[in-house]
């Protein structure tokens, strides 16, 4: 692994089955971050997590659910998925050292 | 919160010079961002500013002035290869990033 990576790459999925975004980074990074990209509104903060064990909301937080177990992974869950969670879904993360966020290669999710 | 304002398109001649404004309005600002796209890819990192004035890195320069709420990023000696949206972001005090909606350049021959 090189960087942050993220599964599926895209994935079709039926209204109200629970399905879990996975990102994992090899950088030692301290915080993680979930986004999701929809046309005309840019980037929406879903989800962060400043360290392990710790998460907190962002601007768009409902329907989703996240943990931090551990440094590397920051996976994001959908309860229960609607058609107004298909999105392309990006993870990114950061270090306290470094002012630029790096972001995984994304996940494209159709809600139907 | 933070509301961060950029032009939605905007073309240019492969060569010339074209300068992507941003203003924001913020409860709590940490720094600013700019991030390029290419369509199907993830953002990567451009620039950051953080105090007033200029950052020129290559072609790209970013610009900011705190006092009025407002950056602008230059691309000079446009390339083909600089058609990508351009994000402008900015950081609260919790470092957390806002993003704009984003600037597509479209670099014609």
């Known amino acids: 692994i090189a960087g942050i990576t993220q599964a599926p790459t895209s994935q079709i999925l039926a209204a109200g089955r629970r399905m879990t975004l996975r990102c994992t980074q090899d950088?030692?990074?301290?915080?993680m971050y979930w986004y999701r990209q929809d046309l005309g509104l840019g980037l929406r903060l879903i989800h962060y997590s400043n360290t392990a064990g710790t998460t907190g909301k962002g601007e768009v937080p409902d329907g989703y659910s996240v943990s931090r177990a551990n440094t590397d992974d920051f996976p994001l869950t959908l309860a229960s998925a609607v058609p107004s969670q298909t999105s392309v879904y990006f993870c990114?993360?950061?270090?306290?050292?470094?002012?630029?966020?790096?972001f995984g290669p994304g996940t494209r999710l159709t809600v139907l | 919160g933070q509301n961060i304002d950029q032009p939605t398109e905007m073309t240019a001649t492969e060569g010339a010079i074209v300068q992507i404004n941003c203003t924001y309005q913020t409860s709590g600002f940490n720094g600013l961002f700019w991030y390029q796209q290419h369509a199907g890819e993830a953002p990567t990192f451009l620039s950051y500013?953080?105090?007033?004035g200029l950052e020129e890195k290559g072609r790209f320069s970013s610009f900011l002035s705190r006092s009025k709420g407002y950056s602008y990023l230059l691309l000079k000696e446009l390339q083909m290869k600089d058609s990508a949206s351009y994000l402008c972001?900015?950081?609260?005090?919790?470092?957390?990033?806002?993003f704009g909606a984003g600037t597509t350049v479209t670099v014609r021959a």
């Open positions: 972001a900015v950081r609260d005090s919790d470092y957390k990033l806002s």
């Open positions: 990114a993360s950061s270090s306290g050292a470094s002012n630029e966020q790096f």
């Open positions: 500013n953080v105090l007033d």
């Open positions: 950088m030692r990074h301290n915080a």
